[in-house]
Every structure is written in C-alpha cells, then in structure tokens.
C-alpha cells in the first residue's frame, strides 16, 4: 500500500458510521479491540483507547413544514443503527489492523502517475525526495480523487451543489440519549450527531458559501443564537461550540469504475453530498467487496481482469441508487416551494407511521443496496 500520510492521523472530522459498516471493519480485525471496549493495554501500559457514540434512533424533520419521521434502532433489528467516532481513530485503527495482518505500507509515498501496461499497470511515486515505481496485476486507487486525471479511460462528472458544509462540536444543555438529528431547511440539511459526552454533538450545517462564511465569524453566543433560531430547541438549548471549519459540497462521480487493470474506489469512485452520512460507509462496501473478488482470484492478469469486470458488474446498483438517494434528499429538500413542501411533510408522516417503511429506510441506511 502506498500512502502519502506520513505518521498518525490527523484527521479532525467526525464520522458516523453505520452498523452495516461496523460489521465490515469487524470482519476486517479494525473495530475490536480499538472501538470494544474503553481501556486497554498498549506497550505495557493501561491506556485509555478511541471512544466511540452509539445512535439509537434519528430524528428526521423539515424547517418551515410539517412532519417528521423517526427511525428507531428496533426499526432496523440491531444495537446501533450507527456509530459516531473521530476519522483519525479510525484511520489508526486501520493502521493496526494493516499491521497486524503484515501488509506492506510504504508511507510518505506520494503517487503521482499511473500507466497502464500489457499485463498490469506501473505506478511512480516519490517517497521522501526519492522517485520509485512498482508494477502490479492491478492498481487500487483509493486515494479520495486526487489521482482520477492520471487514467485517462476514466472521466470524472462533477455537480456543484453551491453549498459548503460548516462542522463543529456543539453543547446542549440536554442530553442527547444517542439520538441524532437531520434537519431539512431550504438553504440546506443541518444534522446533529450524538458524541461520548451525553451533551455534547458533532454539527453539521449546510448553506451557501456566503452564510457559511458569515457563520464561522461569529462569537460563540452568536453562533449558539443563530444554530438555535435555525434548529430550533429540539435538541435542547445551545450553549457552546467549537472547531468551526468549513468543505465545498460537490457530487463527483466517474463514467468506470474499472478501465483495464485499474479499479477506482471510495470517494475516488464517488464523492456524495453528506446529507445522510453515507460517504465512508459506501467506500467500505466498495472495499470489501473487492477483497473478496480478489481473494478468490488466482494470481494472473486474464484472472484479476475478470475479478476487476465482476466487481464492477456488483456494485454498480448500491454505487448508482447511494448516489441518487442522497442526490434525490438534496434536490428534494434543499428548496422553498410550498407545492413540494406538503408532499415532503406527507412522506415524513407517513415514514413514521408506517412500520414497514421505516424498517426499510433503516435497512437501506445500514446496509446500502448490497443485501
Ligand atoms: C462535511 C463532510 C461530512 C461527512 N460525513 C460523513 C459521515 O458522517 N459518514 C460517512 O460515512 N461519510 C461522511 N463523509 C464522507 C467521507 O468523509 C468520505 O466518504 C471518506 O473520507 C472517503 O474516504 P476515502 O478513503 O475514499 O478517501 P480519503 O478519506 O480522501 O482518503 C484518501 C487517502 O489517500 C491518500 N492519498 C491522497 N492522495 C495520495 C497520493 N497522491 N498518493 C498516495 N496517497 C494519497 C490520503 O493520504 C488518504 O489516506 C463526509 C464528507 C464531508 C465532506
């Protein structure tokens, strides 16, 4: 594995992940021993390992309209329906679990072409100044887009939302009880997600870049004032917030997943609005399928070719109905027509009423379209 990153993580976003995904990265020796349990011993010594947030229900509404929906663990037969945990726990857990199963990882190693040849691909990189290559029966891009230029079979479509994220950690004066919050407004959704602290949430408000702007400059109360007056006292009152920062929101997604013998996955593969949380958990599934595929592969290019073309052949229905389900959450309530505003209330109503179509929705959220 070549990866550019040369030492821990330092990651500071927040993930959710769903149970679905939990399974995958237990299956993977990535989740036990790191997110099991809180304490653990590490070079001799009792440490205190990453924590994580278990979400027991979510709670889903819209600004300016009536209904709402809320999805409940029972709904999805399972502990958790997801899981709230910081990205760089999990990359250096994943870093254990690489370490544990002997993989070679060249950190540090930044890659900066790929070429295709009779039998394979060869791939430059330069680590620490030096330039180097290696050739291999097939080429995994998982580097989150930055080398999609450099295989030229494979063109990127790009929709710009004209919308920016703002993430932080906000405290509410009431506990959360591991419920997490999706609100839908017209300038975009603002979610909640529950953290190990019972009053404290990672935040997530989508706006344009202007408001977004606006946002990150105010003082704290201002800040808590304006979230409050924009969520509403659902989840309590406000108090306090911290590490505002800000993304561009963008839809990317490429016309192959697969062009000869390299395959593309992850946010290389598709770049998803937020709305439902869904980015990681679908890259993990892109993952682990794959593995499988080429576990069973004996090891030579005729076989990994056709590896590559089933792997494409099976995920391409979770890939195309994850990206039109968020996309579809976007156009749909990302707008202030009162004519949409009723339907989107019904379908609300009706998801909470509705045994089966909650279980559904649960289903989909934790598992994608890949049972
Ligand atoms: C605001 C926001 C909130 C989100 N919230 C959630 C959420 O709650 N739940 C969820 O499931 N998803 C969420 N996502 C999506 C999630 O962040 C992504 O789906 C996920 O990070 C993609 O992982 P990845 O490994 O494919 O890519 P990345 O995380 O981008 O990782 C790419 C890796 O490749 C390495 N790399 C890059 N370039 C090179 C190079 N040239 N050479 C070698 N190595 C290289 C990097 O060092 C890195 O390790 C969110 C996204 C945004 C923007």
């Known amino acids: 594995m070549l990866e550019a990153r040369e030492g821990i993580s330092r990651e500071s976003r927040t993930l959710a992940l769903s149970y679905g995904s939990r399974e995958i990265l237990d299956r993977a020796g990535a989740w036990q021993p790191a997110f099991g349990t809180h304490w653990g011993i590490h070079a001799g010594m009792r440490v205190e390992?990453?924590?994580?947030?278990?979400?027991?229900?979510?709670?889903?509404?819209?600004?300016?309209?009536?209904?709402?929906?809320?999805?409940?663990?029972?709904?999805?037969?399972?502990?958790?329906?997801?899981?709230?945990?910081?990205?760089?726990?999990?990359?250096?857990a994943l870093d254990q679990a690489l370490i544990a199963k002997a993989v070679t990882v060249e950190r540090g190693a930044i890659v900066s072409d790929i070429t295709e040849?009779?039998?394979?691909?060869?791939?430059?990189?330069?680590?620490?100044?030096?330039?180097?290559?290696?050739?291999?029966?097939v080429v995994?891009?998982?580097?989150?887009?930055?080398?999609?230029?450099?295989?030229p079979a494979i063109s990127v479509i790009e929709k710009d939302y004209a919308q920016t994220a703002l993430l932080g950690q906000i405290q509410s004066d009431t506990p959360h009880s591991h419920r997490a919050y999706e609100r839908f407004t017209p300038e975009g959704p603002a979610a909640l997600l529950p953290k190990c602290d019972a009053h404290s949430?990672?935040?997530?408000?989508?706006?344009?870049?202007?408001?977004?702007?606006?946002?990150k400059m105010l003082d704290e109360a201002g800040f808590c004032a304006a979230f409050q007056a924009h969520f509403g006292f659902r989840a309590g009152r406000f108090l306090a917030v911290k590490d505002r920062r800000s993304y561009p929101l963008k839809l990317r997604t490429v016309s192959s997943a697969v062009a000869g013998h390299v395959v593309v996955i992850g946010n290389a593969a598709q770049a998803l609005h937020p709305v439902a949380g869904q980015g990681f958990n679908l890259g993990l599934r892109d993952a682990e399928e794959l593995a499988g595929m080429l576990s069973t592969t004996v090891a030579n290019a005729h076989a990994a070719s056709t590896a590559l073309e089933n792997y494409a052949a099976s995920r391409s229905k979770d890939v195309s109905r994850s990206v039109g389900f968020t996309d579809f959450l976007v156009r749909t309530f990302s707008n202030d027509h009162a004519l949409n505003r009723i339907p989107r209330g019904v379908g609300l109503a009706l998801v909470d009423i509705l045994p089966f179509a909650r279980k559904a929705l649960a289903h989909r959220m934790l598992f994608g379209a890949s049972r």
Do not use: M
Not at 140 to 151: I, Q, R, S, T, W
């Open 49 to 92: 390992l990453p924590k994580v947030a278990e979400i027991h229900s979510i709670h889903n509404s819209q600004k300016g309209g009536f209904g709402r929906a809320v999805i409940t663990r029972e709904d999805g037969g399972v502990p958790a329906l997801g899981y709230v945990l910081s990205y760089a726990d999990l990359q250096t």
């Open 201 to 215: 949430y990672s935040l997530v408000w989508v706006a344009s870049a202007e408001k977004i702007e606006h946002l």
């Open 140 to 151: 995994v891009l998982a580097d989150g887009g930055a080398n999609l230029g450099k295989v």
């Open 117 to 137: 040849t009779a039998s394979g691909a060869q791939v430059s990189y330069t680590q620490h100044g030096i330039k180097c290559s290696v050739a291999a029966d």
